[in-house]
């Protein structure tokens, strides 16, 4: 007996009337420019280490190419999801999270490298748990503000119930130890409910609550005071605790306005650490110059402005959902990348945060990919909802989550 399965019909191309871009265009193209940045920066910053641990000076390029193009494909897939479908199962994807953060604890599935437990070996790649729970706790964070947004502007209660299952998550991060994505996503959960309608006075005893957490986590490991006190003055000990960062701060100052040239990187010969992921933005002042490095930022922000000029849109027109979540990735986004630059040019503490989009590793490629898909389908839907036009979606989806046909 043979079972048939639904076929996928993937429409060959996303359609509105004439004249109207299916595709925000600034936001798909500065997306674009920081992949292939990325690319072409991991390649120069990666070939002598690879060369030297794998005996290939093309390990790490392959790798990445890799996960380059299955992030494109898997981001095409998901613009074809209709956003009401994430709505849906919002609560479920809140707990595949969690699940995915406590699977990372357990020994023999989670992998521990440099003393930190985060990443799920599956075979020879490697998914880190802590890009994935922050895109499923925004989509239900996005939910519950649209459940109870009346209760989260009318009281406290409505502000301290997303704190229970930041909890679950915060504490698993912390076991990991992820201090880094703890604190991108308080920071996105607080900037989410702040734009839900939380009062200043509300933000402002959060904020200062939570700066008070931090303080104390900081402080009670050592390796987080060491990282602070190599933060303030790194030339104090620039052979140990402030290695990182002496050294990043070398390459700015060879790569002067307008850098060395690509691939002539000395820093990356083996002075840098992770020059090709927590350190890639250095590698690239030092080739590129402060020019490049300029240009880099300015894509950051022309990026993470339209995603919240998405949002802004969707929230007009009543979108509540889309609006909060299109909201929330931008937080991530822009709060990652400003971590890691700050890292990098020695204006905030060493953390182990990827570049978005730039820096080598496959979950934060697949994550990033698949949330700014997101933000293109939501501009999309928000379009046809103007002209009074159905939007395409896969129909295997519509299928499966039984998704009555409605107009967006």
Not at 93 to 109: C, D, E, K, R, S
Not at 197 to 213: E, K, N, P, T
Request: proline share 5%; net charge positive.
């Amino acid at each position: 007996m043979r079972l048939a399965l639904p076929s996928i019909q993937i429409p060959a191309r996303l359609q509105v009337p004439a004249g109207v871009a299916p595709l925000d265009p600034l936001l798909l193209v500065s997306t674009l420019a920081l992949m292939l940045t990325g690319l072409v920066m991991i390649t120069s910053a990666s070939m002598d280490v690879a060369a030297r641990d794998f005996g290939s000076p093309g390990h790490f390029i392959l790798r990445h190419g890799g996960f380059l193009l299955v992030a494109l494909v898997s981001g095409t897939l998901a613009l074809m999801v209709p956003v009401r479908a994430w709505e849906k199962y919002s609560g479920v994807l809140l707990l595949i999270g969690l699940a995915f953060l406590i699977l990372v604890l357990i020994p023999g599935i989670g992998r521990e490298v440099n003393g930190s437990r985060r990443w799920i070996g599956v075979g020879p790649i490697n998914i880190q748990a802590s890009e994935i729970a922050k895109a499923c706790m925004v989509i239900f964070i996005s939910g519950y503000l649209v459940r109870r947004l009346a209760e989260v502007r009318s009281g406290w209660w409505g502000v301290v119930k997303p704190a229970i299952p930041m909890g679950f998550y915060g504490v698993a991060l912390l076991m990991e130890p992820d201090y880094g994505a703890l604190v991108v996503l308080v920071g996105t959960v607080a900037g989410m409910v702040f734009l839900g309608g939380m009062r200043f006075m509300q933000l402002l005893v959060v904020v200062v609550s939570a700066g008070l957490l931090v303080g104390l986590l900081a402080f009670a490991q050592p390796y987080r005071l060491e990282r602070l006190k190599s933060f303030t003055d790194p030339w104090a000990d620039p052979y140990g605790s402030g290695y990182q960062l002496s050294q990043a701060q070398i390459a700015f100052g060879r790569g002067d306005w307008f850098g060395t040239g690509l691939g002539n990187s000395v820093q990356k010969l083996f002075y840098l650490p992770e020059a090709h992921t927590d350190f890639v933005y250095s590698v690239l002042a030092e080739e590129l110059g402060l020019l490049g490095a300029l240009i880099v930022v300015a894509l950051y922000v022309l990026l993470v402005a339209r995603i919240f000029i998405i949002g802004r849109r969707a929230e007009k027109m009543q979108q509540f959902f889309r609006a909060y979540m299109v909201y929330g990735f931008g937080f991530i986004i822009a709060g990652q990348a400003l971590i890691n630059i700050g890292v990098n040019v020695g204006a905030l503490p060493t953390k182990g945060l990827t570049l978005p989009l730039l820096s080598y590793g496959g979950s934060s490629l697949l994550v990033c990919a698949g949330m700014i898909a997101i933000v293109l389908r939501v501009d999309y839907e928000l379009k046809c909802q103007q002209l009074k036009k159905v939007p395409r979606e896969l129909p295997l989806v519509r299928r499966i989550l039984k998704l009555e046909e409605r107009p967006a």
